[in-house]
């Protein structure tokens, strides 16, 4: 790997054979858990301007419709997260000159308070080809990391680092884009009165001519919850038809469903892929191969959303089952192939499925690697309902450093997959009714109890072992089987996450307050340790759009689930008027609320809602500490086995969180709204 300088500059040519698509990277981490940023593509013409506004591409216009351009979007680390932009080359117009890779901070975010800044550029096969760190970082809100820029038949890359302290709408203008800010007053914040409703933040719009219409949720299609869990509340966006449209209309579900004609409940619409009749891990892993790898050939944004992150260009797709591959006396028949042809050149994967709680075989999948490797086939894909860790692998396989020919092995699981159809067809759109339909009729068969492709759904077999040691005192720091829970741990989280974000069409991410480069086995141990000394499984979740960020805990020793936020005083206002207006914005939320006066030193005043709300003043300390915050928390009994039945573990965490989520986080908005006032005197503190 070439590490860069600022303004130094390399051709692609010279770091690999194949340059003609590549992934870029943009990272960073902060202290606190909460440091993000929303990356930017622009391409533009010899003039150093976008050749329209449909040259920016952020997250309201992710791809280019002949695939040169794509954000795969965010994608957990050990240290935090990071955002990858996939890239070809060979698909860019003749008349663009330059790709500029950007990020922006919102709500007036300073990269410098950001650590760990940097660029990573990799080629198809992931092998990682350059780096550029930023240490200098301080008042700026948006930065152009680095471009690619042509000189004759070559590309090249070249460190920039320039900041811009005007964000956005900044850089957007320095390269030619008209941005359409907010009307005065349309979101201001609701008074001490209540009167208005819960309204969002939103960076200034950036018109072009790919913007989404009204997202809409369809009731039919939600992912399971436990009975009695409350629906996860779907955000709007409508944006503002300006300008002209060059681009069709992108497709969504529904604003609501038809009404059904059927006699009965007991009547059953026929499905486009049925899954009742499945009787065995074979047939399941065989239909669930077959209507993914179809859907994926006939929806070409689909396709290209799931191929994009592992290398592949954009192009004709076909996909394959039933395969035969020869090797040594018996051949090989992998689950399926998927091919990609692009300027006469074809790009091939081989496919390994597995399905219900089945764990993928290395035997197997080296056969595969070899296969690959001798018949020159750029990747392995398993699929399973694993979520692939860093520095965890599912499967270990050998890969020998003598053959010329890379052959790349990337695992998605069934969570990953259902995550990608609900984007596109809740949120992004798709480009026809027929696609939506199939993409839908997808989701439903994912979604279907009978269809093996649930996603992570059992905490392993090391699972009630350990909740026994715990609750008998018997569990000693080092015992191998803690570490199998903090792994599985993580995989759930990571899965919920992928629900949300479907569901919410926002970056939903967990947080991990470590330093960047920390090793991922020996955080884990840690974590480990930490479990059998304490009896708590705890992680922290960021969502876009929401206040703070939430804790989901799990205390092994009391079966109880704690989910809670911290939310800070607004800025400027009175602590009675504080504390008034919280209790009002939770006006919906369950009675059985904890809230909880965050100070300086020590504890501060807590209590149920219940009991707050006819006396907001009780939440103020009575010695007169300056308040920081409030802390907001539910409690639930944690489910006893291992699995996702309706008494399992793994089914009371979503339900916690979907609860939490809809019932508390979302009513936040109006009380975290900041409102700048005269400095005044503090309330007195109530009579005793």
């Not at 858990?33 to 591409?57: I, N, P, Q």
């Not at 919410?504 to 470590?514: H, N, S, T």
Request: hydrophobic residues 35%; glycine residues 10%.
């Amino acid at each position: 790997m070439r590490e860069m300088s600022k303004g130094a500059n390399v051709a692609l040519a010279a770091l690999s054979e194949d340059s003609g698509g590549v992934i870029v990277s943009l990272s960073w981490s902060s202290a606190e858990g909460d440091g993000d940023a929303d990356v930017s593509v622009l391409l533009l013409g010899d003039s150093g301007k976008v050749r329209s506004d449909s040259d920016f591409y952020f997250y309201n216009h992710p791809a280019a419709a002949d695939g040169s351009v794509q954000l795969l979007g965010k994608t957990p680390t050990d240290s935090g997260s990071e955002d990858r932009i996939s890239l070809d080359l060979t698909a860019v117009p003749l008349d663009v000159s330059r790709i500029v890779v950007a990020a922006s901070r919102d709500d007036g975010a300073r990269f410098g308070d950001l650590h760990d800044i940097r660029l990573t550029l990799a080629d198809r096969a992931s092998e990682v080809l350059l780096g550029f760190s930023m240490d200098d970082a301080s008042v700026e809100t948006a930065f152009v990391f680095g471009e690619l820029y042509r000189r004759g038949e070559e590309w090249k890359f070249r460190a920039v680092g320039q900041g811009y302290e005007s964000g956005l709408a900044g850089l957007a203008t320095d390269f030619g884009i008209e941005i359409d800010d907010d009307d005065e007053g349309e979101e201001e914040a609701a008074d001490d009165t209540g009167s208005k409703g819960v309204t969002e933040t939103e960076a200034p719009k950036v018109v072009t001519s790919a913007q989404s219409p009204a997202v809409t949720e369809d009731p039919t299609s939600r992912p399971h919850q436990s009975a009695g869990a409350e629906s996860v509340p779907q955000k709007t966006q409508t944006p503002r038809a300006r300008g002209t449209r060059t681009v069709k209309k992108k497709v969504t579900l529904p604003k609501v469903t038809k009404k059904s004609l059927a006699e009965n409940d007991s009547w059953k619409p026929a499905r486009l892929f049925p899954v009742p009749t499945l009787r065995n891990d074979k047939e399941r892993e065989l239909r669930a191969t077959s209507v993914l790898l179809s859907v994926m050939a006939q929806v070409p944004e689909f396709g290209r959303r799931l191929t994009a992150a592992f290398g592949a260009p954009a192009g004709r797709m076909q996909t394959f089952t039933e395969v035969s591959l020869p090797h040594g006396d018996s051949p090989r028949r992998p689950d399926g192939v998927i091919r990609v042809e692009r300027a006469g050149k074809l790009w091939t994967a081989l496919v390994e499925t597995k399905t219900n709680g089945n764990a993928l075989k290395a035997e197997q999948v080296q056969d595969y690697m070899d296969i690959a490797a001798r018949r020159g086939y750029e990747a392995v894909i398993t699929l399973s309902n694993d979520v692939a860790l860093e520095g965890s692998p599912l499967v270990d396989v050998k890969i020998d450093g003598r053959r010329k020919h890379k052959v790349t092995l990337w695992h998605l699981s069934w969570a990953e997959v259902a995550h990608q159809a609900q984007m596109l067809i809740r949120h992004e759109g798709v480009g026809n009714a027929a696609h939506a339909w199939l993409l839908h009729e997808l989701l439903h068969y994912l979604q279907h109890e009978n269809s093996g492709c649930h996603g992570f759904q059992n905490m392993g077999p090391a699972w009630v072992p350990v909740r026994n040691g715990i609750e008998a005192e018997t569990l000693s720091q080092g015992d191998p089987r803690a570490l199998q829970v903090v792994a599985s741990w993580e995989q759930l989280i990571r899965q919920i996450c992928l629900r949300l974000g479907g569901e919410l069409g926002q970056k939903a991410l967990p947080v991990q307050r470590v330093s960047r480069g920390t090793d991922p086995g020996s955080r884990r141990a840690a974590l480990a340790d930490r479990l059998c000394a304490e009896g708590r499984l705890s992680s922290e979740l960021r969502i876009d759009g929401t206040t703070g960020v939430f804790t989901i805990a799990a205390d092994l020793r009391t079966s109880k689930l704690r989910t809670s936020v911290d939310i800070p005083v607004p800025e400027g206002g009175y602590p009675l008027t504080s504390a008034k207006r919280l209790i009002r914005s939770l006006a919906e939320a369950p009675a059985d609320l904890h809230v909880e006066t965050l100070v300086e030193t020590g504890n501060g005043p807590r209590g149920t809602l219940e009991r707050l709300r006819p006396e907001p003043g009780d939440l103020l300390p009575r010695d007169g500490a300056p308040i920081t915050g409030f802390r907001l928390s539910l409690f639930k009994g944690m489910g006893g086995t291992r699995g996702a039945t309706e008494s399992g573990f793994i089914r009371s965490v979503d339900a916690a969180i979907d609860r939490f989520y809809g019932s508390v986080v979302t009513h936040l908005g109006p009380f975290d709204r900041r409102h700048p006032r005269r400095p005044q005197p503090a309330d007195p503190a109530p009579a005793g």
